[in-house]
Every structure is written in C-alpha cells, then in structure tokens.
C-alpha cells in the first residue's frame, strides 16, 4: 500500500520549508501557505497579486546558500521564523517587515546578480513554478534511484516537494500524467512532470553545491522529478493517509 510520508510547505518561495502533520487541500488553490510570498530581485517584472515565474524571484538555483534555509510560520500572527547555519535566527512579518528580510539575504546572494529587493504576496494560488495553483507529489523510490545512481546520501529537500510518499516503484510517477490520484481524502489531477533546474545540486544543510543531481537524471533519460497536480477535489492529507492512482 501507498501512503503519504511527510507534508511540507515552502511559506516564502526559496527561503526554507518547514513540515506539517496534516493540512487541508482546497480544489483550484495550492498548499495552504506555500509560496505565498516571493522575494523579488531588484529586476523583477513581477506585479503585486499577480503570478509570475520564477525568473523574477530569489532562488537557491542562482543563490546555492539560500537551499540552507529553514523556516516555521506562526499562521495567527502571519510571522515567520527564519535559520540558517551563516544568520542569526530572523523572526519577522513578510508584510510589514520586509527590509528585514531584504537585509538577512544580501550575505547569501552574489553581488553580481540581481539582488533581494522586495516581497510580493500572492494569496490562495501561490507563487508555484507553474501558471496554475500546483502541488507536488514526490516519489520516495525516484528519490532513493537517484541516490543509488550517485552513490551519495541525499536530502529529500533538494527537490522542494509538498506530498513524499512511499510504496510506489520508481519513476511511476512518470506514468501519471492525465490521471487522477486520491490521497487521503482529497483528490488531484496529475498535470505534468516537474522539470529540475541547477537548486536540486546544493545541499539543503550546508548550502553548497555538492550533488550531479541533473547528471543523475540525465542517466535514467530525462530531468524530471516529481509529478505537479491540480486540486479537483477539496479534502484532508495526513501523514500516513493512504495513495491510489485512480
């Protein structure tokens, strides 16, 4: 049997992810509280309230350092606690502090690029990787292939999923586009697989780049990992809850 084996959220887009045991999916939105803020780089096109790709945003794809980050949201106070092994600990509000923020990354960017101006807020959908509301579904086996072909431990958090799940052979998820996947008691439409940028190759403890993660790929035919899906029902996940493709 399938089952889920973890829950993560992404609150600001690149800075961190944090866990959680259970969460509610609601049909045509995101993740409750992932990516709902994204760091704008001083030659972003990006408008407030509206999606824009990730070409606009601080990412650990040009900022390696910035995969080190952790993160817990208070969602009462909408404030959000910030770690990394180089800063202090930063506890702010994205929308009422966001210098705070800008001031915290500038050590972890280059200088030569674009660099950390300002933060957007996108409510509902998120700033996902896609032009629709997605949510990522990743295969613990496709995971474990890749750290076979490797022959390296790897953190699942190179790959900034939202459902980890086990119990499925290798690249299955491959095989998913069209369907529609019942994960506890919410149901998803599998849309398209995730393709994988230079971030997958630094390490999510240290921030360094450390890992041929896209070479990996390359060997089993292709640069994708994991599988992005539409909420098309609205229900419960939870840790342990059980997957079926339908």
């Known amino acids: 049997m399938s089952k889920v084996l973890s829950l993560w959220r992404h609150p600001i887009k690149g800075f961190g992810r944090e866990s959680v045991e259970s969460t509610i999916f609601q049909a045509g939105l995101s993740m409750p509280w992932d990516r709902v803020w994204a760091v704008a780089h001083d030659a972003a096109k990006a408008e407030r309230g509206v999606w824009a790709n990730c070409a606009n945003f601080a990412r650990s794809g040009k900022a390696p350092a910035l995969m080190a980050v952790t993160a817990s949201l208070d969602e009462t106070s909408e404030t959000i606690t910030l770690r990394h092994p180089d800063r202090p600990d930063l506890t702010f509000s994205p929308d009422t502090q966001p210098e705070a923020l800008i001031e915290w990354t500038r050590p972890l960017v280059s200088q030569d690029r674009a660099l950390p101006s300002h933060i957007l807020r996108l409510d509902g959908r998120g700033y ?85 993660t896209l070479g990996a790929l390359d060997h089993f035919g292709h640069q994708e990992f994991s599988m992005l899906a539409e909420v098309i029902e609205t229900g419960p996940v939870a840790v342990g809850d059980q997957v079926e493709v339908l």
């Open 128 to 212: 996902t990787d896609t032009p629709y509301p997605s949510v990522s579904l990743c295969n613990m086996a496709s995971h474990r292939a890749v750290e076979a072909q490797l022959d390296q431990e790897l953190s699942i958090h190179r790959w900034r999923g939202n459902i980890w799940m086990d119990g499925f052979d290798a690249w299955d998820e491959t095989t998913w586009t069209g369907k529609t996947i019942r994960i506890g008691g919410c149901v998803f439409l599998a849309k398209e697989l995730a393709t994988r940028c230079m971030s997958t190759t630094s390490n999510p403890t240290t921030g360094k780049r450390d890992a041929d």
